[in-house]
């Protein structure tokens, strides 16, 4: 079937056109994310320029602490260097704190922890959930007892 010289005439000015709004509004979005951006950015000079900024970062997570905790887990030792971290797994009870210890620290996975215990992976899987819940609920006290040890 051959089109009409006008029909092609018209098909191409509403290409056109649709081509036009469809490149308005691209340019309408990536001012408006320009926009969002420099207002969420600090200019580095602006930064330079404050007397109590200093651009340094500390980063304390590979420094030694003066006393690691260690405990003992399938006759394997493992250190744990951060104090508040070896605080509230302390107050596990000893089966929650092996499942975690073994999870997450010696990399046994939950088919291994669970032939060790004669449990199936389910089990195993829910118990250090249960344990890791537990212990952010401990985290989280122990927290709170420091920030309000701080604020007196």
Not at 8 to 29: G, P, Q, S, T, W
Not at 121 to 130: A, K
Request: hydrophobic fraction near 35%.
């Amino acid at each position: 079937m051959r089109y009409s010289e006008q029909f092609m005439e018209h098909i191409e000015y509403a290409f056109h056109a649709f081509c036009k709004v469809v490149l308005r509004h691209e340019a309408i979005n990536a001012w408006r994310d320009l926009k969002r951006k420099m207002e969420r950015e600090i200019s580095l000079d602006y930064l330079m320029s404050e007397r109590y900024f200093e651009p340094s970062a500390m980063d304390s997570y590979f420094e030694k602490q003066d006393k690691p905790t260690v405990f003992h887990v399938l006759g394997k030792e493992v250190i744990v260097d951060d104090e508040r971290l070896a605080t509230t797994l302390a107050k596990l009870p000893e089966l929650r704190q092996e499942v975690l210890l073994l999870y997450y620290f010696i990399g046994y996975r939950d088919e291994a922890i669970g032939r060790l215990y004669g449990r199936c992976r389910s089990t195993i899987n829910h118990r250090r959930n249960v344990a890791l819940k537990q212990l952010r609920k401990e985290w989280e006290r122990l927290e709170h007892e420091e920030q309000k040890a701080d604020t007196f």
